[in-house]
């Protein structure tokens, strides 16, 4: 849950865990090819204004020719979100996606989109 004044900014973590052996691309990955971790967040009371991902790791794997950039184990993705100067005190919820694609050394499993949301309270 988040607290915010109209008008302000706030930061909010985004936990993900991931299981052993599994990793996922970066939010840049090396190649076009490759999906990219994404977060999303659907219009609402907050407006994401930002995003700061973990610091990459650049790993070989088996399956591929070249190290590829891939987040491993349990990180934060932080989002900086801003209120509207005029948003109504009281609470509401924000809703976006979470897109990856997990692999582990030998295969990758089909790209998900999960639903993550964000408890949020306007104060005055």
């Known amino acids: 849950k988040v607290t915010a004044k109209p ?5 909010s973590a985004l936990r993900v865990e991931l299981r052993s052996g599994y990793h996922v691309n970066s939010s840049t990955p090396v190649d ?18 930002g995003f700061t991902f973990p610091k990459a790791q650049m790993e070989k794997f088996r399956f591929s020719e070249k190290p590829l950039s891939v987040y491993t184990g349990d ?16 609470p509401s919820t924000m809703t976006g996606k979470l897109r990856y694609q997990a692999c582990n050394d030998i295969l990758c499993l089909p790209p998900k989109t999960l639903d993550v949301s964000l408890q949020v309270e306007i104060v005055k």
């Open 7 to 11: 008008g302000s900014a706030v930061d």
């Open 32 to 49: 076009e090819y490759l999906i990219p971790l994404r977060l999303t967040w659907n219009p609402g009371t907050l407006e994401a204004t």
């Open 75 to 90: 990180f934060e993705i932080v989002t900086r979100f801003k209120a509207a100067a005029k948003a109504a005190p009281g």
